[in-house]
């Protein structure tokens, strides 16, 4: 099976300098869901028709599994299918036709369509709709499909149709070969329509078959942000009950955003208003609390993270770890029943087991220009606001006194401390203002 994709459309109601298939639903490109549904299927060839702002897409989304192929200028659907025929030259699968600003299609609806045609029907994707307005509606004469008549040239009789075309379809590749070039224009939009090529496989006797996706939300695009931000909703509405149903407790379903994958163990639990991106893996029993963002970091079992919490890539953080409020932890390690729990910043840095981290601690691991590493062993007590100048290495049981400043390595054991010694001056008076005359 092959896929053409098509994604030449301008988007021009999104009112964006970025083409409309580049637009991140979930954190990643609309057009880059549609070309993951295909490998799902395993497309044999994958074919994105591109145009406006086209180098853009494909500079962005290139893959060695996947061939482009440019329509310019947009004559409509039929037209831009077209143009992706040299790309799928010599093969003898069918081809099924997908819309880049259509990002949620599940792959097993498509598989349903493919084996519903079979290989030599001609399988189009439909649905029953309330208010069918804009689409192309199916015309069926005793129960079979014999054409699609778009709205713009539909009568009343047609225009009361409720059985819509999703636009997706799937037919056999040579015939497609045969149909396209022989497509006209003379219709209402001036455009070669794609759906025109349902009255040609009737007319050679060739089957034409209907399935049909579960929920609306599979076939509907993206025009605007308001439909934008609706799939995103939607998308992200599934992915939490799918944690749901794999026994995650979410404090609210509809106040979690996952852009990326989240992997999660027995018992994990995540308050409100959190987000994930990237790769992110948390352990059994971790609990997420209220407002942490997490990015490609992972969580070992036990630990507690937040609430106002920011893990960032390469965050590996052991069993029973706590990071608490309004601290960052940014590639760094941190083993197990460490704690982190007020105001922190951890970059670069390697944690042993057992770590106290002081309130306000820095890991200064940034001199403009180059960045370095800290190393904290085992069972080291960090003072409140204590700046680690990196590089730099605190010995395993060591203790930094409050407020140092550590510019060299602190040797196991010992207590460090870098601060000027206190004194008190008996007779001091405060200033007063003077007064004025
Ligand atoms: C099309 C169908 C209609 C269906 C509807 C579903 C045709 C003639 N009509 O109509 O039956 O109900 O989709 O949404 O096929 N595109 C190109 N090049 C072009 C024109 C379009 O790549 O020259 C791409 C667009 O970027 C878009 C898709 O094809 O992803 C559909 O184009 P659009 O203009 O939205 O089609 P409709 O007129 O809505
Ligand atoms: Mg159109």
Redesign the pocket.
């Known amino acids: 099976m092959n896929v053409v994709i098509?994604?030449?459309?301008k988007g021009k109601r999104m009112y964006s300098d970025l083409p409309k298939v580049l637009h991140p639903l979930a954190g990643k490109a609309l057009l880059a869901h549609v070309i993951d549904t295909s490998r799902q299927l395993g497309a044999a060839r994958i074919c994105v028709?591109y145009?406006h702002g086209g180098e853009q897409v494909r500079e962005t989304l290139d893959a060695p599994d996947l061939s482009w192929a440019r329509?310019e200028p947009?004559?409509?659907?039929?037209?831009?299918v077209l143009q992706a025929m040299p790309a799928l030259a010599g093969t003898t699968a069918s081809t099924l036709v997908l819309?880049?600003?259509?990002p949620l299609t599940r792959a097993a609806t498509l598989q349903r369509l493919i084996d519903a045609a079979g290989g030599d029907a001609l399988g189009l994707l439909t649905a029953h709709l309330d208010n069918p307005h804009?689409?192309?509606r199916i015309v069926r004469v005793d129960g079979q499909v014999v054409r699609?008549v778009?709205e713009k040239d539909a009568d009343d009789a047609e225009r009361a149709i409720h059985e819509?075309?999703?636009?997706i379809l799937v037919a056999p590749t040579a015939a497609l070969a045969r149909w396209l070039p022989t497509l006209g224009n003379r219709n209402a939009q001036g455009?070669y329509?794609?759906?025109d090529i349902v009255a040609l496989a009737v007319a050679e006797g060739m089957p034409v078959v209907t399935a049909h996706p579960d929920a609306s939300w599979e076939t509907e695009?993206v025009n605007s942000k308001v439909q934008l931000a609706q799939l995103e909703r939607v998308f992200q509405r599934n992915l939490a009950e799918q944690l749901l149903e794999q026994g995650v407790t979410l404090a609210d379903p509809s106040r979690i955003d996952v852009r990326g994958e989240l992997v999660c163990g027995r018992d994990v639990s995540i308050d409100v208003n959190c987000v994930f991106e990237g790769r992110v893996v948390l352990g059994d029993g971790v609990r997420i609390k209220a407002n942490c963002v997490l990015e490609d970091a992972v969580v070992g079992a036990g630990s507690i993270v937040g609430p106002f919490a920011r893990l960032r890539p390469g965050t590996e953080l052991g069993r029973e770890v706590h990071i608490g409020n309004f601290v960052e932890v940014k590639n760094s390690s941190i083993a197990d029943r460490s704690k982190a729990n007020h105001l922190a910043y951890v970059g670069d840095a390697t944690i042993g087991s057992r770590v106290n981290v002081g309130a306000g601690t820095i890991t200064c691991n940034y001199d403009g220009a180059n960045k370095f590493r800290t190393v904290i062993e085992d069972d080291v007590f960090i003072g409140s606001d204590t700046q680690l100048v990196a590089p730099v290495t605190v010995g395993r049981g060591a203790t930094l006194g409050a407020g140092t400043t550590l510019t060299r390595d602190a040797p196991p054991d010992q207590l460090t401390v870098s601060r000027a010694r206190q004194m008190s001056i008996p007779g001091w008076k405060r200033p007063v203002k003077k007064k004025k005359d």
């Not at 098509?6 to 459309?9: E, P, T």
């Not at 947009?74 to 831009?80: E, I, K, P, S, Y």
């Not at 819309?99 to 259509?102: E, S």
């Open positions: 098509l994604a030449a459309g028709v145009g329509q947009q004559l409509g659907t039929g037209h831009a819309y880049g600003d259509v804009g689409y192309g699609i778009e819509i075309n999703t636009g455009e329509y794609l759906t695009g």
